[in-house]
Structure formats: structure tokens, C-alpha cells
């Protein structure tokens, strides 16, 4: 008798010896017992997890003779030719080689008879997507409304080739991955069957390899079956080229502890015991994967994922203490990227070993990753904290070379000492601008704040009907004296050139910037925000800063323009980009 593979030998005949897919097993138990067979069924899923055994168990139970029934008997004659592959009343179609519309014509020409033994003809479409559009098209029709006794169980691993409106005339069948604890306790099951010596580990260590797939992690029992003695992970991993943990744990110890001659050292014995580059790298990113989950999780979770023993959690536990999360995270992209760069190369071993260094200069490379992120934000704008020795403060700069204005005051902060070992190259570097004090007098900013306004209708209007209620980086709050004058300053070009002159003000880029009519608590802000300081002589107050006649005048225009006076859009455009007004 030939040798039959343990994956047949022990394909699923009922319902219930069908592993995992409970939801499905009892959708089916439920419409078998309520009599509610429908014409068209669509089971979908990744490889290996039950979709064809459960629509030969389907059609026995519908066909066998005590049926329809959830317990098929498994000795008639319909259950029997199920069962070896031989029905005339259950036909199996491969899609992938009867693809063409011919065969889906060959197939409803031979759809019209009736059943010969059985009670339905059944129809089993094994990847079905790889039906072309023609063929699909040809099948609609009947799909929609087969003729008597006669039911389609389509099978796909992928469901979004096939054509929705194939799938709208059937009942979908989602079949999900199997977890791991499933798998080893039916390959346990299988071992204890046949007689096959192999650890619990062994058993985790396929169903991990497996990617939730029953059939393949049978398969590769039966492979691993061969072998004289009990079989452990070791084994597993030398008939899969993978290494093992020991092997990833020294190698990655050399790693995170910036040794790149002992990594390549490592390496060399790795590669001479004949993995792959790109092997190894996977490997290796498999071993951070872990690494990180036992830096960030408990260890009940990470024995949970990571599928290790108690020694190896707390192997990588004690290597995880020296390391951040960014770092291994790190590790992790630059095996990602080094893995593409092997499968397009010409020369693996060559980035191998490059990669391995790389990887070896762990704490180099994250510095320079934070020194790329730096130049980054300099680079947009943003203002790098530094270092202030002898200048206290810088004028404000001015934005537009055409438009010279005096300098704002600029505000004392208290001296600081100047260490002697401070090179003359450090004293006398040029800063940049410094953002005024906390709590320093509003009227004060304010002043500064209307001189940095580049707009001149903007500058009059809040000199003349503005005040401040609050200045600071990280908000500004103004006020208008009535509505008028806030809809003039809330307009687009205005209100952008309050927050440019912010944004001047105090070295950032997009202030907060608040514009509103005035309140009951406004004073109170006012004084929270001004201190009063006691020194010996009486600052005087600074002075707001006086409206020219001529900027009275034209915003006066602007505001007493009639209502009535509709422009166009181009026209409001080419008033706001010039700051401009019309001439009546």
C-alpha cells in the first residue's frame, strides 16, 4: 500500500473534527437542521485552513443517505465517494486550469441534469478567482438562479478578485487564520497517532512557521517524522535554514554593545554553516521583534506572542536593560531596509557584512539619527535652545529690506556669568534673536508688537481702536472696540500680518493670535500678565507709539466705505495680496 501523507490521512470527514472556524461550523450545523440550503456558498480564507474539507463534509452531509444530516454516516455509497474523490453527483473544478469561458459553458450545459444518486448536484469551484471575466459573466445567470437540487460552493484565497456581483448572489464564509494553540494541540494528537517523537517546543516552533495554516504545519510534521531520536527546535530550525536562538542571542549581544569585529567574527561562522544572507537578516529582525516585545510587555504577554520559554525571556529581558525602545526599533528598520537591498544585489555577502557593521555601530548610528533630526527642525525653522554667554538679547530682525524701522527696545534679562573657560570664539559668536521674558509689561510688547506690523491700514487700525490684553509666545490675545473695526482686522491679509509681526516678535512661526471684543475680565488679565516691580527709581511707562494723520486718514476711508459697494472676487484678491483700497 502506497504511503499516504499525514495531511490526507488526517483531512477533517465531520464538522466537528474541523479545527478552529467554530462560527462557521455552526452557521452550517444550524441551516442542515433548519432545512435552509441556499444555492450558492463562498468560502474565503488564507491557505490551509479548512475551506475545501469543509465543503466536501457540506456536501456528504447534504448528499448522504440518512441526510440531510450534521453527523454524515460515512459508509454509504455517496459518503464513500466523497471521501476517495470520486462522485458523480459532487464535481470538483479546479479554476486555475479550467479558466476559460469554454469550460464555465462546459459546465452549465452539464448543470441542466439532474442528480443521478444523490439528492444535489453539487458544484466545489477551488480558486475561483482564477476565473477570467468571461467565464465569470457566463456563470452569473446561474449562480442567480440555478436550477432545482443543484448548489455551488466557491473557494478563494483571494476574495477581492472576484467579481462583486459573483459575490453578492451567495453566503460568504470568512474562514480565519488558526491560532497557535489549536495547532499544536492537534498536531500533539497527530504525534501521539503515528507515534512521533517531538517536543511541546518542537510543536510551537512549526505552528509559528506555519502562519495559522493547518496543512502546512501537518506537512512539515510529516517531513520532520523521518527522523531517528526526539525532535526539538534545533531540528526544526536546521531543516528550515533557520538559527537558532543561542546563535541570534550572541550575535545580537555583539550588536547592541557596538562590537563590529566580534559581529563579523559571528557572522563568518553563521554564513560557513551554509544560511543565507537574507535568511540570517530575517532571523535576526525576528529576534528585535522579540527583543522589543520584552522590553515594553510583561512577561506573561511576551511568553504570550513571542511563543519563547521562561530561559529565553529572560535572556532577552537582560538584554533589553541596556537598550531604548527607539533603538531597537531602530535595529529593526535598517534590517528591513538591508534585507531589499540583498534580494535586488548581485553580491549578498557583500551587504551582509555591510549590514552587520552598520548594525554593530549602534550608538554612532543613533547619534547621528538625532543629529539628522536636529538639522531637520533647523532646517524648518524651528529654533534649536542655545547656549547664551555674553549677549543677552538681539534686535529684532527686520523682515523687508525696503522698510527701515528703528529697532525695538529690546528686554534686559538678568546678566549671566561668563565662565573663564569659555573660549573668545564662544563669547563673541553672533546669537540668535532671544524671546522676551516671562512677565514682561504688556505695553511694552505691545509697542514692539505694532512696530513689526508691515501692514499700514493694519498698524493704524490696532494704534488707533486695538488693545492688548495678553502678549506671550504661547498666546496673544487683542481687542477691538467694537464689531467694525474687528471685521476689518479679522480679514485674511490683516489678521495674517498680526501673527507675522507675532511670529517676529517672538522668533516661532504660527502664534496663536486671538482677536476680540473687549471683556469684564480683561484688566484682570492685564495686571496678571504686567508685574509690578519695586526698584529704587520709577521706570517710566512705555509709550504706545504715535498714529500718523495720514494712516488715521486712509483707514477712515476704509471703514467708511459704503456697505452697498459689492466688488468681485478678483478685485477683493488683488486688494488683499497688495494691502490695497479702492479709489471711488
Known amino acids: 500500500m502506497n504511503y499516504i501523507p499525514l495531511y490526507r490521512k488526517y483531512r477533517p470527514q465531520k464538522l466537528e473534527e474541523v479545527v478552529g472556524q467554530e462560527h462557521i461550523k455552526k452557521a452550517l450545523k444550524n441551516a442542515i437542521e433548519l432545512d435552509k ?20 463534509i457540506f456536501a456528504k452531509s447534504l448528499n448522504c443517505k440518512q441526510g440531510p444530516t450534521i453527523t454524515p454516516c460515512g459508509v454509504c455509497e455517496n ?7 470520486t462522485p458523480m453527483d459532487v464535481i470538483e473544478i479546479d479554476a486555475a486550469s479550467n479558466r476559460k469561458v469554454e469550460d464555465a459553458q462546459n459546465i452549465l450545459e452539464k448543470v441542466m441534469y439532474a442528480p443521478v444518486n444523490s439528492r444535489y448536484k453539487i458544484y466545489i469551484i477551488d480558486e475561483v478567482h482564477m476565473l477570467s471575466t468571461t467565464a465569470f459573466n457566463a456563470l452569473l445567470k446561474t449562480l442567480e438562479e440555478p436550477p432545482k437540487n443543484v448548489i455551488f460552493i466557491l473557494a478563494t484565497t483571494e476574495v477581492h478578485k472576484v467579481l462583486d456581483t459573483i459575490k453578492s448572489r451567495c453566503q460568504r464564509f470568512d474562514f480565519k487564520r488558526i491560532t497557535t494553540d489549536d495547532i499544536v494541540k492537534h498536531l500533539r494528537y497527530i504525534s501521539d497517532c503515528e507515534k512521533i517523537n517531538i517536543t511541546d ?37 536546521n531543516l528550515l535554514g ?13 550588536i547592541v554593545n557596538s562590537k563590529p569585529q566580534e559581529a563579523i567574527q559571528e557572522l563568518e561562522n553563521i554564513y560557513n554553516s551554509g544560511n543565507e544572507p537574507v535568511q540570517i537578516l530575517t532571523n535576526l529582525m525576528d529576534y528585535l521583534k522579540n527583543l522589543l516585545i520584552a522590553k515594553n510587555c ?12 521562561d530561559a529565553q525571556i529572560k535572556a532577552l529581558t537582560e538584554q533589553a536593560q541596556n537598550l531604548e525602545t527607539h533603538q531597537i526599533v531602530f535595529l529593526i528598520d535598517k534590517c528591513s531596509e538591508y534585507i531589499k537591498e540583498l534580494k535586488l544585489t548581485n553580491n549578498p555577502r557583500l551587504w551582509l557584512e555591510v549590514a552587520i557593521i552598520d548594525l554593530a555601530n549602534l550608538t554612532e548610528n543613533t547619534k547621528l539619527v538625532e543629529l539628522q533630526n536636529r538639522l531637520a527642525r533647523l532646517e524648518g525653522g524651528a529654533i534649536e535652545p542655545v547656549k547664551v554667554t555674553a549677549y543677552k538679547t538681539a534686535p529684532a530682525p527686520v523682515t523687508k529690506p525696503e522698510i527701515m524701522k528703528p529697532a525695538p527696545k529690546p528686554i534686559q534679562a538678568e546678566p549671566k556669568k561668563v565662565e573663564q573657560s569659555q573660549s573668545p570664539q ?12 516671562a512677565g514682561a509689561d504688556v505695553l511694552g510688547l505691545w509697542g514692539q508688537l505694532l512696530e513689526n506690523v508691515q501692514s499700514a491700514p493694519t498698524r493704524a487700525l490696532l494704534k488707533q481702536w486695538g488693545a492688548p490684553v495678553k502678549i506671550s509666545a504661547e498666546e496673544t490675545v487683542l481687542t477691538m472696540k467694537n464689531e467694525i473695526f474687528l471685521n476689518q482686522v479679522q480679514s485674511g491679509s490683516k489678521k495674517q500680518s498680526i501673527i507675522q509681526a507675532v ?33 529704587k527709581t520709577t521706570a517710566e511707562k512705555p509709550k504706545e507709539p504715535e498714529i500718523e494723520p ?8 476704509e471703514i467708511k466705505k459704503p456697505e452697498s459697494v459689492v466688488y468681485s472676487d478678483n478685485v477683493k484678491m488683488v486688494m488683499d495680496l497688495f494691502d490695497g483700497k479702492i479709489i471711488e
Open 37 to 56: 440550503i441556499s444555492h450558492a456558498y463562498l468560502f474565503t480564507g488564507p491557505r490551509g485552513t479548512g475551506k475545501t474539507s469543509t465543503a466536501r
Open 79 to 85: 459518503c464513500i465517494d466523497i471521501t476517495n474523490s
Open 201 to 237: 517546543d518542537a510543536l510551537s516552533t512549526i505552528a509559528k512557521n506555519s502562519a495559522g495554516g493547518m496543512r502546512d504545519s501537518i506537512a512539515l510534521l510529516d517531513q520532520l517524522s523521518v527522523l531517528d531520536g526526539e525532535i526539538t527546535t534545533d531540528d526544526i530550525n
Open 242 to 254: 533557520r538559527l537558532s536562538f543561542d546563535t541570534l542571542n550572541n550575535l545580537s549581544d555583539k
Open 298 to 309: 510583561t512577561k506573561d504577554i511576551a511568553l504570550e506572542i513571542t511563543q519563547a520559554n
Open 426 to 437: 564662544e563669547e563673541f559668536s553672533p546669537m540668535p534673536k532671544s524671546k522676551p521674558v
Open 503 to 535: 511670529d517676529s516678535l517672538f522668533a516661532q512661526s504660527n502664534s496663536n493670535v486671538v482677536i476680540r471684543l473687549p471683556q469684564a475680565g480683561d484688566d484682570a488679565v492685564r495686571q496678571v500678565t504686567t508685574p509690578t516691580v519695586q526698584t
Open 550 to 557: 495720514e494712516e488715521i486718514q486712509e483707514i477712515e476711508q
